[in-house]
């Protein structure tokens, strides 16, 4: 505080963790843009979720060792939870209680949510950030649930005519009905080999790819694992694949550097993304950054230019807000490009996409601050509730559920 008590740091609670298969990724993600964000302007808070759903904070949630031993890392932590006090959001106590005093501990300015997956990427976490009137970074509930739901997002870009790959989806549980049916559906419209996902993952979790009908099986089985909703597409053979980050909302939007991704395989496995790099202190502790790449990707000018227009236009089609990576894929055969994917919170936050258009990462993080403040002013110009109480209009017949 300065000399009249005032708050001068923005106060900005980085929350991470989750209750999704990609958690591990998102601690290191978030790990990762803490140590890039400005201290003299913000005043960082770490809020780490379980992968039991219980939320903590303190200090040593920001060592990455700690995690090695995440039963002891919990133990020195505060478990907390957040609430809304009015006009100030605030996060206590939740045990110990404190005898005596207030409960809280700190209040929150910002949410900054690096999480990935579940209850967390989906528009989960944002829902809640909403009811709780507290500003955050990135995507909105809308933005985020279409994003991460494969089915829909193909559908928006399918109709807003983006280019994507002939797919085909259903239910886990349609595919023990009926199974023969829907074979003879991805057979028919699309040939083998193709390539089978969850509809709401990432980081290439439950993805395989199958050349006849039985690794077909298998690869819905693997994938069923991990969602009910299941998406199979054409698969490229000679692909390249491209991805592009796009930073800023519905009114002004920039696309990054585009680069080309190298894995071990026809897809990038898990694996590939989070724990390779080669042996010279790469692996996990640098998230994306790792990964084998090739920046900015070894692709015509024109090329290149095609996926920076597509990326924009994938994000701001969705209604999208801060940075999100657009993963595409180049057919080698015909030249075509095809939209793979968005991501709505991508590892590392795609900052290695960002540094070579002269955008360090501590700017990165100041900028998608801004942007939530930003769009949390626009909102407060909005009316979402008028001045009335049909209560006071006279007999009502709520109790017979009439609308009459």
């Known amino acids: 505080m300065n000399k009249e008590g005032v708050r001068m740091r923005t106060r900005v609670a980085v929350i991470f963790g989750g209750m999704s298969v990609e958690h591990e990724v998102s601690v290191i993600s978030a790990l990762q843009a803490i140590q890039n964000m400005?201290?003299?302007?913000y005043e960082i808070i770490p809020v780490y979720i379980s992968k039991e759903g219980a939320w903590y904070t303190g200090d040593t949630l920001l060592d990455i060792e700690e995690y090695k031993n995440l039963k002891g890392l919990l133990a020195k932590s505060q478990r907390i939870q957040l609430l809304r006090e009015g006009d100030n959001r605030v996060i206590i106590n939740k045990e110990p209680k404190p005898k005596f005093g207030k409960a809280y501990?700190?209040?929150?300015?910002?949410?900054?949510?690096?999480?990935?997956?579940?209850?967390?990427?989906?528009?989960?976490?944002?829902?809640?950030?909403?009811?709780?009137?507290?500003?955050?970074?990135?995507?909105?509930?809308?933005?985020?649930?279409?994003?991460?739901?494969?089915?829909?997002?193909?559908?928006?870009?399918?109709?807003?005519?983006?280019?994507?790959?002939?797919?085909?989806?259903?239910?886990?549980?349609?595919?023990?009905?009926?199974?023969?049916?829907?074979?003879?559906?991805?057979?028919?419209?699309?040939?083998?080999?193709?390539?089978?996902?969850?509809a709401n993952l990432g980081s290439s979790v439950g993805i395989s790819k199958a050349a006849n009908v039985d690794e077909l099986e298998e690869a819905v089985e693997l994938a069923s694992q991990f969602a009910n909703k299941i998406v199979i597409e054409k698969m490229v053979q000679n692909m390249t694949e491209i991805n592009c980050s796009v930073l800023g909302d519905y009114e002004a939007a920039e696309a990054s550097v585009c680069e080309q991704v190298l894995g071990?395989?026809?897809?990038?496995?898990?694996?590939?993304?989070?724990?390779?790099?080669?042996?010279?202190?790469g692996g996990a502790s640098k998230g994306m950054e790792s990964t084998n790449r090739i920046i900015p990707a070894d692709i015509s000018e024109e090329?290149?230019?095609?996926?920076?227009?597509?990326?924009?236009?994938?994000?701001?089609?969705?209604?999208c807000s801060g940075v999100s990576r657009i993963d595409f894929l180049i057919d080698n055969d015909t030249n075509n490009v095809f939209i793979n994917e968005i991501n709505t919170i991508p590892g590392s936050l795609s900052f290695y996409?960002?540094?070579?258009?002269g955008k360090p990462y501590k700017e990165l993080t100041n900028d998608l601050i801004q942007l939530a403040l930003k769009r949390t002013r626009e909102r407060e110009q909005l009316m979402f509730s008028i001045d009335s109480n049909l209560f006071s209009l006279g007999k009502l017949s709520g109790g017979k559920g009439s609308k009459n």
């Open 353 to 357: 996409l960002w540094e070579p258009t």
């Open 303 to 319: 090329k290149t230019k095609e996926i920076q227009e597509l990326a924009v236009a994938a994000f701001q089609v969705l209604g």
């Open 38 to 41: 400005d201290e003299s302007r």
């Open 105 to 198: 501990i700190n209040e929150i300015d910002v949410a900054f949510p690096i999480v990935h997956g579940t209850f967390a990427e989906d528009g989960v976490l944002q829902g809640y950030l909403e009811l709780l009137g507290l500003p955050y970074v990135g995507c909105d509930v809308v933005s985020s649930s279409t994003g991460m739901d494969k089915v829909i997002m193909k559908n928006v870009y399918r109709d807003s005519g983006l280019p994507i790959l002939d797919y085909v989806w259903f239910y886990s549980t349609k595919w023990n009905e009926d199974q023969d049916e829907l074979v003879k559906k991805v057979e028919g419209k699309l040939q083998y080999p193709v390539i089978v996902k969850p």
């Open 264 to 281: 071990n395989d026809e897809i990038l496995s898990y694996e590939d993304k989070y724990a390779g790099g080669g042996s010279k202190g």
